[in-house]
């Protein structure tokens, strides 16, 4: 069982950055797609951007060229760059896991708070 562990949120003014971790344990993340999802207060649970074990990114219109998803796989990690930040990127970040292939993301972690000030 892979427990997923997000950390790296906190306060920010708006155009400032942040970046969040999400380190994996008891599993190896190599062959697995990684994404990013955030949920605002009243707001469903949306989709930021993914990375597949190739390396190969996908991100949501919304945080397309602001925000950049890598992976450490020495590390078990995965990483989500956020800059130019915006009160409208204000939401609590998750991390999921996607087994290759597969359509439901199988696992999640906790999450991190972020909040951007105007």
């Known amino acids: 069982q892979v427990q997923l562990v997000e950390s790296g949120g906190g306060l920010v003014q708006a155009g400032g950055s942040l970046r969040l971790s999400c380190a994996a344990s008891?599993?190896?993340?190599?062959?697995?797609?990684v994404g990013w999802f955030r949920q605002a207060p009243g707001n469903e649970r949306q989709f930021v951007a993914r990375?597949?074990?190739?390396?190969?990114?996908y991100y949501a219109e919304s945080v397309k060229g602001r925000f950049t998803i890598s992976r450490d796989n020495a590390k078990n990690t995965v990483y989500l760059q956020m800059d130019s930040l915006k009160p409208d990127d204000t939401a609590v970040y998750y991390c999921?896991?996607?087994?290759?292939?597969?359509?439901?993301?199988?696992?999640w972690g906790q999450g991190t708070q972020v909040a951007v000030s105007s």
């Open positions: 990375v597949r074990w190739t390396g190969d990114t």
């Open positions: 999921a896991i996607r087994p290759t292939a597969a359509v439901d993301w199988s696992s």
């Open positions: 008891g599993r190896t993340l190599s062959f697995y797609t």
